[in-house]
């Protein structure tokens, strides 16, 4: 049997060494083609801006050795999936992989991250979709350090890429996202999580005097963990230290009966 397709981007750029640690072991389990944000494109979510330029670049990498071509895209790492579906591959992948990203993508923060998003753009268009993270230092989350060791994610990333190509995800749900905490090694158990519904990234106030100063928003990590239960992702990787795996649906649809609703409505005088 042929090996599988595996479309491979992330957030952090094309020029990421958690985008390599990712290609080099899902390289072992299929054909990899690598198609990711020219530049850095944290924070971006799905987002599909229409003033991104679209070029695709042809670029050799090197990593330890072994070359690869690459191509990096003027756009969003959403833009990036449809780019490599549409543009680049000659049929469909077997799977799409975003990551490896630098920092934790947990709580309902992840409609703001990039490596999510990159996985939702693909789940939207049918393709078994996996979003890899790994517990960061806030200071290196924009950097290309070397400092960050991604094997053990890597591992992981290889472990459930294999995992969503051997198998078909349950009914209801439509992609995966994987945090491994720092210290993690592969003998690292993991467990089955549920989204944390605490902000986990804290908005920061600019430090500036006047609004026509060019400042962003900051954020800082605000985790309080007497408030999460147990099984959510948060408290997974920052407590127990395992590795944390949600699955997630597109569906944003509140569970909520139609009767609740009714009650609701009719609850309210109308003037």
Do not use: C
Request: aromatic share 8%; glycine share 8%.
């Amino acid at each position: 049997m042929s090996k599988p397709n595996i479309l491979l981007t992330n957030d952090d750029g094309i020029r990421s060494p958690g985008l390599w640690a990712a290609a080099e072991a899902l390289s072992r389990i299929g054909f990899v083609t690598v198609a990711a944000p020219r530049e850095q494109s944290s924070g971006v979510g799905r987002s599909l801006p229409s003033t991104s330029d679209g070029i695709i670049s042809e670029e050799i990498m090197v990593v330890h050795g072994q070359s690869w071509k690459v191509y990096a895209i003027g756009g969003t790492p959403a833009q990036a999936v449809q780019h490599g579906v549409l543009e680049i591959l000659e049929k469909k992948p077997d799977l799409v992989v975003s990551g490896i990203n630098y920092g934790e993508n947990v709580s309902t923060g992840i409609t703001v991250s990039g490596t999510v998003g990159a996985a939702m753009e693909a789940a939207s268009m049918g393709i078994p979709a996996l979003a890899m993270s790994v517990e960061t230092d806030k200071i290196l989350h924009l950097s290309y350090s070397t400092e960050v060791n991604f094997s053990t994610a890597a591992y992981f990333t290889e472990y459930f890429a294999r995992l969503l190509l051997e198998k078909q995800a349950p009914a209801g749900v439509d992609l995966f996202k994987v945090d491994v905490p720092a210290d993690a090694t592969p003998q690292t158990a993991w467990e089955w999580t549920r989204l944390s519904v605490q902000r986990y990234y804290q908005p920061v106030r600019p430090l500036r005097t006047q609004w026509n100063v060019p400042e962003t928003v900051g954020y800082e990590v605000g985790a309080n963990l007497r408030l999460e239960p147990e099984n959510s992702d948060v408290f997974t990787i920052l407590r127990k230290r395992l590795v944390s795996v949600t699955p997630l649906t597109l569906d944003m649809t509140a569970q909520v009966s139609n009767d609740l609703l009714e009650e609701f409505a009719m609850s309210t005088s109308r003037s």
